[in-house]
Nanobody
Framework: LQLAESGGGLVHPGDALRLSCTGS????????IGWFRQVPEKEREPVAC??????EYSESVKGRFTFSKDRAKNTVYLQMNDLDTEDTASYFC???????????????????WGQGTPVTVSS
């Protein structure tokens, strides 16, 4: 279940970035995918995910981040607008196991974490 994250960088507050998550040797459309982020010495947290017929966001990014999936390109995106210094983190994507009737935000990430893509928001 290999996924590669890309698109991170150094931006100013208020700027936008689009992260990509591309599947390697497996088909993304067959899985619910989640985006996570982590800062040093803190727990990795979910920020956006695909459930059964829904897209869900953490409260901290709702209204600013948009999850999308391009099945033809086997890629999932995270459009991040109006970035804040609090969004500084490494961002990861993983396929999820989401039990029926539960939020994908509490889904279980499958497989091993990749290297992620770093996002730094600084003035």
């Amino acid at each position: 279940l290999q996924l590669a994250e890309s698109g991170g960088g150094l931006v100013h507050p208020g700027d936008a970035l689009r992260l990509s998550c591309t599947g390697s040797r497996f088909t993304i459309r067959s899985y619910n995918i989640g985006w996570f982020r982590q800062v040093p010495e803190k727990e990795r947290e979910p920020v956006a995910c695909e459930g059964v017929g829904t897209i869900e966001y953490s409260e901290s990014v709702k209204g600013r981040f948009t999850f999308s999936k391009d099945r033809a390109k086997n890629t999932v995106y995270l459009q991040m607008n109006d970035l804040d210094t609090e969004d500084t983190a490494s961002y990861f994507c993983r396929p999820l196991a989401v039990p029926s009737g539960t939020s994908c935000l509490v889904g279980t990430p499958l497989g091993d974490w990749g290297q992620g893509t770093p996002v730094t928001v600084s003035s």
